[in-house]
């Protein structure tokens, strides 16, 4: 039994595909844009320990 099938592609893929991966540069040029300086500092925490520890799966 097989069941018919088209795939449609997201229309935000193409956008994604054309930015392309998330880097430390792009992500700390969007901290210091933002406003509000408790956010910014837990903005900081959050990403020194994610580049620090990797992802949840390397623990």
Do not use: C, W
């Amino acid at each position: 039994m097989s069941a018919d099938f088209d795939y449609t592609q997201h229309p935000r893929a193409a956008e994604r595909a054309a930015q392309g991966p998330p880097t430390v540069r792009s992500v700390l040029s969007k901290l210091r844009a933002d406003s509000g300086r408790v956010n910014g500092i837990n903005q900081k925490i959050g990403l020194g320990i994610t580049k620090s520890v990797g992802t949840i799966n390397t623990l």
